[in-house]
């Protein structure tokens, strides 16, 4: 059973961990997820970006997969689907579709505006049980075409956004979509401490967890964040893995080419890099 990720993230909060997000691209993708959180005792956001969505058919398609492989799995954890980015179109798409949890990004209209849309989704997601995520500032790098130029938010907004009553809140503090580049000055803690200073308990979200060294995600826990999504380290996981069994010609001996075969090393990459990062962030048995 899908629920709201705003227990999770209370619990996380007031716990000193994180939960993680983990981006979903296909079935393997959400298999492999749901079985490492249920094999860890984690609580788990499963999310979904909307060119992931248009990949999978639609967000309806998302839904029934993902609850169905829980009701098929005996996936008993806090288990939230998400959607990652959205849009204000596709905010209204995922809670028709059966979305337990959206993500309104507005980061990239004048604050005004991103204050009156995410006020109307607030109250939308309220009435319905969802959990809301908005997103104040800029997050660098590029993911499904939208690209922000990692600008770190201001913290005044990032009140005025909170205390609209959003149940986790984005905020850019230089952290970045996909690999982080030789020359990047690391997170911004002075604008994550100061971020907390006046959003008191909300839950806050680090995205672009991928490659960020193990001590700045400590830090950023003990600053108040609650949610790290992680989405290109599965990626590049997957991709090793698959390369690594081709290029050995595994998928030549016997009956290699069979895709569950051939995607089993992928989705066990995933597995291992799913459970490191519960690890990490703390997550392990808090279900």
Same mark, same amino acid.
């Given at each position: 059973?899908?629920? &709201?990720?705003? +227990?999770?993230?209370?619990?996380?909060?007031? @716990?000193?961990?994180?939960?993680?997000?983990?981006?979903?691209?296909?079935?393997?993708?959400?298999?492999? *997820?749901?079985?490492?959180?249920? +094999?860890?005792?984690?609580?788990?956001?499963?999310?979904? &970006?909307? @060119?992931?969505?248009?990949?999978?058919?639609?967000?309806?398609?998302?839904?029934?997969?993902?609850?169905?492989?829980?009701?098929?799995?005996?996936?008993?954890?806090?288990?939230?689907?998400?959607?990652?980015?959205?849009?204000?179109?596709?905010?209204?798409?995922?809670?028709?579709?059966?979305?337990?949890?959206?993500?309104?990004?507005? &980061?990239?209209?004048? *604050?005004?505006?991103?204050?009156?849309?995410?006020? #109307?989704?607030?109250?939308?997601?309220?009435?319905?049980?969802?959990?809301?995520?908005?997103?104040?500032?800029?997050? @660098?790098?590029?993911?499904?075409?939208?690209?922000?130029?990692?600008?770190?938010?201001? !913290?005044?907004?990032?009140?005025?956004?909170?205390?609209?009553?959003?149940?986790?809140?984005?905020?850019?503090?230089?952290?970045?979509?996909?690999?982080?580049?030789?020359?990047?000055?690391?997170? &911004?803690?002075?604008?994550?401490?100061?971020?907390?200073?006046?959003?008191?308990?909300?839950?806050?979200?680090?995205?672009?967890?991928?490659?960020?060294?193990?001590?700045?995600?400590?830090?950023?826990?003990?600053?108040?964040?609650?949610? *790290?999504?992680?989405?290109?380290?599965?990626?590049?996981?997957?991709?090793?893995?698959?390369?690594?069994?081709?290029?050995?010609?595994?998928?030549?001996?016997?009956? @290699?080419?069979? !895709?569950?075969?051939?995607?089993?090393?992928?989705?066990?990459?995933?597995?291992?890099?799913?459970?490191?990062?519960? #690890?990490?962030?703390?997550?392990?048995?808090?279900?």
């Amino acid at each position: 059973m899908l629920v &709201s990720a705003k +227990e999770m993230l209370e619990k996380a909060k007031a @716990g000193h961990y994180a939960v993680g997000q983990f981006n979903i691209n296909n079935l393997e993708w959400t298999k492999s *997820i749901l079985q490492t959180a249920q +094999e860890m005792n984690s609580p788990v956001i499963l999310g979904v &970006s909307e @060119g992931a969505g248009k990949y999978m058919t639609g967000f309806k398609t998302v839904a029934a997969m993902v609850k169905a492989m829980i009701e098929e799995m005996n996936i008993t954890v806090p288990v939230a689907l998400h959607l990652d980015h959205g849009t204000y179109e596709g905010c209204y798409k995922c809670i028709e579709a059966g979305f337990s949890s959206i993500m309104f990004d507005g &980061s990239h209209y004048p *604050i005004d505006e991103n204050v009156a849309k995410t006020k #109307e989704l607030v109250a939308v997601c309220k009435e319905k049980g969802l959990s809301l995520e908005a997103e104040v500032g800029s997050i @660098g790098g590029e993911e499904d075409g939208v690209v922000g130029m990692g600008e770190c938010a201001d !913290p005044q907004e990032c009140k005025m956004i909170a205390d609209l009553g959003v149940d986790m809140l984005a905020a850019g503090i230089g952290n970045i979509h996909g690999k982080y580049p030789a020359n990047w000055q690391g997170l &911004s803690f002075e604008t994550l401490d100061a971020i907390q200073q006046l959003t008191g308990t909300m839950p806050l979200v680090l995205h672009g967890g991928t490659g960020i060294p193990a001590d700045m995600i400590k830090k950023a826990i003990d600053l108040g964040v609650s949610k *790290i999504n992680v989405n290109t380290e599965c990626q590049l996981a997957f991709a090793e893995a698959t390369r690594k069994y081709i290029e050995e010609g595994k998928d030549q001996q016997g009956k @290699g080419y069979d !895709p569950r075969k051939l995607l089993a090393p992928g989705a066990e990459a995933i597995k291992a890099t799913v459970k490191e990062k519960i #690890e990490l962030f703390g997550s392990a048995n808090k279900a």
